[in-house]
């Protein structure tokens, strides 16, 4: 009886562990996928009209507090740090691929004891010696696990420098701070495109017509309703048309989806039906954030871009 128990509890703590392991693991996924995840969030509660709407945290923010930390103690003890996200500084050793190097704790010599650095957005090398910091989650450096993190990356090390990193620690780095505090892993924000003026134009009328639709749903303002669920059509209408103009057949559903939501709400108020114009409302605001979720991305600067390809 005794060792049946003892083996539940085996199991369930090999359970809870598998659970926090996976759950960390979706939590630090790449920055990518955690901002899209960030802006779905936000933008669902934003566009259902549930409170003020909160901007997402910026992309790459670690979801724990940085552990501050040397090369060195890394190399000589690094269980105590794997899955956390550290800042960790010490001089590179050497540059092993267009996104990845070395660091060791010593300048001067060769210690045998280096921390690979993956940055997928590394945008130039580092200067071999210098000291960097750099600030990521560290892992044990395995190929499948850092494809599972970092998805849209491809590791480019050497066969040899796989062979050689295997099960040794690994930070996946989001920025890499040189001497003279650059981040060097910084992606440029890109110019917007006409595409983007475009759409920006669009949809900056949306969140106000969209909760003075609300309003004068719940003020019983009829004819105030009407009119700003008719801006709110004829956005839909424009955002239809540029997506079937790009053969987005994904996007054209949902804009064609937020437009026939907002014909019900105006159909609905032609019947003198507030209660249920109402129920539109929030299937409405669904068609935004599924649209955001895949094809708008926030940039650095808390500007907007079309994200081509999903
Ligand atoms: C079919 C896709 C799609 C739908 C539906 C959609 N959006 Fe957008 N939205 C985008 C894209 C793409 C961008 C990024 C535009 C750019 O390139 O600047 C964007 C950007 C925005 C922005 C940022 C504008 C800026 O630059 O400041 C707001 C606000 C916005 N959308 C609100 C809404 C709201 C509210 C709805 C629903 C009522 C909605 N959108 C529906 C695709 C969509």
């Not at 996924?29 to 709407?53: D, I, R, T, W, Y």
């Not at 267009?98 to 060791?104: I, L, N, P």
């Not at 960097?132 to 190929?143: C, H, M, S």
């Not at 249920?276 to 708008?296: D, F, N, Q, V």
Request: charged share 20%; net charge positive.
């Amino acid at each position: 009886m005794k060792r049946s128990t003892k083996s539940t509890v085996i199991v369930a703590t090999v359970a809870l562990a598998a659970f926090v392991t996976s759950f960390s693991a979706t939590i630090a996924s790449s920055p990518a996928v955690l901002s899209a995840k960030g802006l779905a969030e936000a933008g669902a509660s934003a566009e259902a009209g549930q409170g003020p709407p909160q901007g997402p945290p910026p992309a790459g923010t670690p979801p724990k507090p940085l552990v501050p930390v040397a090369a060195s103690s890394v190399a000589n003890n690094p269980d105590p740090y794997v899955n956390e996200y550290v800042t960790m500084t010490g001089a590179v050793e050497a540059n092993l691929s267009r996104t990845s190097f070395s660091v060791d704790q010593d300048k001067t010599k060769p210690t045998g004891k280096d921390v690979l650095v993956i940055a997928p957005t590394l945008q130039k090398p580092t200067d071999v010696n210098a000291y960097v910091t750099v600030i990521g989650q560290l892992i044990k450096f395995d190929e499948k696990e850092v494809a599972a993190k970092l998805k849209d990356y491809q590791i480019d090390l050497s066969a040899a420098d796989v062979a050689k990193f295997k099960g040794k620690p690994v930070v996946l780095a989001t920025a890499v701070i040189n001497t003279a505090g650059i981040d060097i892993a910084k992606k440029p924000i890109p110019p917007m495109t006409a595409d983007d003026l475009a759409l920006q134009k669009i949809m900056t009328k949306l969140p106000p017509a969209q909760g003075a639709v609300r309003k004068t749903l719940d003020s019983k303002d009829v004819p105030g309703a009407k009119e700003q669920a008719t801006i709110v059509k004829d956005a839909f209408t424009q955002i239809e048309t540029f997506f079937k103009a790009k053969n987005n057949a994904e996007a054209t559903k949902w804009a064609t989806e937020g437009r026939n939501h907002a014909e019900a709400i105006l159909v609905n108020l032609g019947l003198n039906n507030v209660e249920a114009a109402k129920t539109s409302i929030t299937p409405l605001g669904a068609t935004c954030a599924s649209c955001h979720g895949k094809y708008r991305e926030r940039m650095d600067d808390g500007t907007f871009r079309l994200k081509i390809g999903g």
